[in-house]
């Protein structure tokens, strides 16, 4: 596109983008360097063992699938009903649900806390999956249904004269078309769930429910901040999505332009 | 689509659940909030103590508050700025035929996947005034320019800035490489053979026809802005004093640290409302979009 730099041109571009991979890398490398002061690359391994964070793996697993898999079906389904369906009322179903698009969990602490104690939840996993679903859902909906909007609409046509019914429609001919447009939902509800900080810090209290990104704050707790730990914790913690980007960067980048622009 | 079929019963069926747990949650939740917010209450046991609009007025009167909401505005105003600027100028550098720009694509998104609280915990350590940063500083000879960056009130702010930038300039490089991808590659012919220069051709070829991205990257720069919690709680605190405190930073201090939940649900309310203006862009701007 910019191929025909001059010399001058293409000099300054180079230089740039070392400066920019520089900047970038710094202080990744910084946290590696540190993760291996003291005992060395054994820090992995006393944060592997003598933590419970397999246990914490496990648990952001459960809490980031079970979201995932709540925000995809409630979305797809909430927009099945605005978009394709349509009773009486649609819009204004649609406008109450995206009201909460922009709402940032911490909003709703005071009721949450109250209820989520009153009812029992409390230091259960559910008391971090609810919020966060209902957190994802505006989302869920909007980019589902402006996707559904945009199939042709002989689609849902021939899918009537088939004589299927709405449920047989639903999940053998709009989930396989909606393929792409859940991945986006999967891939924004999965990185929210999987990095969330706030909702487990105030709802878990017992270590056995307690997800990764606590981990580091668990070393200042349990152990008078042990700096290398913690830098190796969080290396730890990341690797997973790290690894599932790289691999997936084709879908990721994709997925992320069309959730943001859709 | 818009043939009449006898009103089915079942078509209320789908929406639903969405709506129920929506419904339950946000729409209870904040008329729950503004019930609370008439209350002079701790958040344990049931509020009794009625005090009106006493939590706003105090709200108005609230120095901190006024504080929150400056930073929480001044995060969001220049994190999109810079973000933008540099994704911007990233993109457009990756399509020239620099070296290792399939290592910049890769690597400037990675900071983007990371949990907030992984980079906020790791960016304190770093950047204590023996930490990491300074001590590469030093081995560059760079002596003069160590910092206490984020435990001095005159930098920590614009280090929390700059962390965020860091950390998510590769989404709005991302969006922008993948417009720029859209764009006819004739247009940049035809304005090359009308001897535009580089500098020309970014400023009245792409830059105009990538005013989707900036509207898209400015709406989602705001809501994130809003939202932002884990990086300011994780690296100051808000602090040193109230310096650094964000909206949600204080709403949470209030409820969880200082059992002013009453108060605190008032602050939430105008959280919710600012939430409210920016959910009726994106709409509107996604819903534009997609037509």
């Known amino acids: ?262 | 689509m818009q043939g009449h079929r006898p009103l089915a019963l079942s078509d209320y069926l789908w929406a639903l659940p969405a709506l129920i747990l929506v419904v339950g949650v946000i729409h209870a939740g904040i008329a729950a909030n503004a019930f609370y917010s008439l209350f002079d209450w701790s958040g344990v046991g049931s509020p009794t103590d009625f005090v009106g609009g006493a939590n706003y007025s105090k709200l108005l009167q609230d120095p901190v508050f006024w504080q929150s909401l400056r930073n929480t505005l001044v995060f969001a105003v220049a994190t999109v700025a810079i973000q933008l600027t540099f994704g911007l100028a990233l993109a457009i550098l990756v399509r020239t035929k620099v070296h290792l720009r399939g290592l910049l694509r890769t690597l400037v998104f990675v900071p983007v996947v990371l949990a907030p609280a992984v980079v906020a915990t790791s960016y304190r350590i770093l950047l204590t005034p023996d930490g990491g940063f300074n001590h590469l500083l030093q081995s560059l000879g760079l002596n003069g320019f160590d910092q206490a960056w984020l435990a001095d009130p005159k930098t920590a702010f614009g280090t929390i800035i700059l962390i965020n930038v860091w950390q998510y300039t590769g989404y709005s490089f991302l969006i922008y490489d993948a417009a720029i991808g859209q764009i006819d590659r004739g247009l940049f012919d035809a304005a090359r053979i009308d001897g535009a220069t580089t500098w020309q051709l970014n400023t009245t070829v792409v830059a105009p026809m990538l005013r989707g991205s900036h509207l898209v990257l400015i709406v989602l720069g705001f809501i994130s802005s809003l939202k932002m919690f884990d990086l300011v709680f994780l690296t100051t605190g808000g602090g040193p004093g109230t310096t650094t405190q964000v909206l949600t930073g204080y709403i949470y201090k209030q409820v969880i640290a200082q059992f002013h939940a009453g108060y605190g649900a008032a602050l939430s309310i105008v959280l919710v409302l600012i939430a409210l203006v920016f959910s009726i862009l994106q709409v509107r701007l996604s819903t534009s979009e997609s037509q």
Do not use: H
């Not at chain 1, 559910?126 to 505006?138: E, H, K």
């Open chain 1, 1 to 262: 596109m910019f191929q025909f730099q001059r010399l001058p041109g293409r000099i300054l571009s180079q230089l740039l983008v070392l400066v920019a991979l520089v900047v970038l890398v710094v202080p990744l490398v910084l946290i590696v360097k540190e993760s291996l002061a003291g005992e060395g690359i054994s820090n992995y391994g006393i944060v592997l063992s003598s933590t419970p964070f397999l246990r914490f793996f496990a648990n952001s697993l459960i809490v980031s699938v079970s979201t995932v898999v709540l925000v995809m079906f409630l979305g797809l389904s909430a927009s099945y009903g605005f978009a394709v369906l349509r009773p009486r009322g649609s819009p204004v179903g649609a406008v109450v649900i995206l009201t909460g698009l922009a709402l940032p969990a911490i909003a709703l602490v005071v009721p949450l806390y109250y209820v989520v104690q009153a009812i029992g939840l409390l230091d259960t996993y559910w008391s971090v999956i609810i919020p966060l679903t209902v957190i994802s859902i505006p989302f869920g909906v909007l980019v589902s249904s402006n996707y559904i909007r945009g199939l042709p609409a002989e689609l849902y046509e021939a899918g009537r004269l088939d004589g299927a019914n709405s449920w047989q429609f639903f999940w053998q001919i709009l989930v396989p078309i909606c393929r792409p447009i859940l991945s986006v939902v999967a891939i924004f509800t999965f990185l929210a769930a999987w990095n969330e900080y706030l909702l487990p810090l105030l709802f878990i209290q017992s270590t056995d429910l307690q997800v990764l990104t606590q981990v580091p704050t668990y070393f200042q707790s349990e152990r008078a901040v042990d700096t290398p730990k913690i830098f190796a914790a969080n290396i730890l913690i990341s690797v997973p999505v790290v690894v599932i980007f790289i691999v997936l960067q084709k879908t990721f980048r994709t997925g992320i332009s069309a959730g943001a622009v859709k």
